[in-house]
């Protein structure tokens, strides 16, 4: 029982990833039909905007204290950041320390537009193109943002811890009455599974109950319709765009201390989440979301021991096999419109 509960809890740690990254792919192919393959870049520009602001934080001047001295006599050079000077050094120090939460807000304008630049710069020439066209200028976008990530921040994974208050871990054992130190769960992973939430939940009713929302969902089902009736649709997918790209770079930046960021980050999760987004149904902002917990879930159980020494390589494997199955027996994928990818 406490292995399934473990690994029940490690695929809602990864399903939220995999959820967020599908939910803007699937908010992108929804509203402009445009297969982007450089979502995954924007998974990794949100985890290095976690880096930036911590670097930014960080940057310290020299002082010499006279009252301490290193193993030669001489008087002790001492690196004192900028904010810690200006707020104090408990201040600045909490400052610092909460780099990571306090990059959410850093990185909503820059997600915007990056956004928005990449839609009305490059992938606005692509909307009647043939997907294939579509996938190869994307994904020849996210070589390029790749790149000149690895050019300024170097090929390493960069680690970039959360604050020192989640440092810890639960123990999930002892609340449901199990032996003490039976399941222990990281405290960040469990706040990163309810950010992701919030933010699932926020998007959904965004579009919901709010009158753009409402006309974004109108134009998804009949974008012509909608023209019609003399709104500009077009900007209001342009506003999505943008929309997707913040949702994708949050999760990049709450996911920062659970995997260092390194310049290839994206590309690894991109090619996970489309096989999620075409499970869970191309178009369907619930399948994906949906699809991403359920593979989240079933990847964490096909990493267990039990299950690899029986068959070896099936946590590698396991989420195409089931999007093999899915597109053999279910098309449109699980919550998928009828008639999409049926034809």
Known sequence: MDAILLQILNGLDKGSAYALIALGLTLIFGTLGVVNFAHGALFMIGAFCAVTLNRLLSVSFTTIDDTRTDFLGNPLKVETPYVEAWFGPEMGGAIIDWSVPLAILFSIPIMALVGLFMERGLIKYFYKRP??????????????????????????????????????????????????????????????????????????????F??????????????????????????????????????????????APINSPNYHMGMDFLVLSFVVVVVGGMGSLPGAVAAGFLLGI??????????????????????????????????????????????
Do not use: C
Not at 174 to 184: E, F
Not at 223 to 230: F, K, S
Not at 314 to 341: C, S
């Open 131 to 208: 997907h294939a066209d579509q996938i190869l200028v994307t994904f020849g976008l996210a070589i390029v943002l790749q790149e000149i990530i690895k050019y300024f921040y170097g090929a390493n994974p960069i680690p970039t811890p959360a604050p020192e208050v989640f440092a810890g871990s639960f123990d999930f054992g002892a609340l449901i009455g199990m032996d003490p130190n039976i399941i222990i769960y990281p405290y960040w992973r469990i706040v990163y599974f309810l950010f992701a939430t919030v933010i699932i939940g926020g998007v959904f009713a965004f579009l919901q």
């Open 210 to 255: 709010t009158t753009f929302g409402m006309v974004v969902r109108a134009g998804m089902a009949d974008r012509q319709t909608v023209g019609l009736l003399g709104i500009d649709i077009d900007r209001r997918f342009t506003v999505m765009f943008a929309l997707a790209a913040i949702v994708a770079g949050l999760a990049g930046v709450m996911y």
């Open 298 to 343: 079933l990847e964490s159980f096909a990493s267990m021991a039990q299950v690899v020494a029986l068959l070896p390589g099936i946590n590698q494997i396991i989420i195409y096999l089931v999007a093999i199955v899915i597109l053999l027996t279910r098309p449109r994928g699980l919550l998928g419109r009828k008639g999409v990818m049926e034809s």
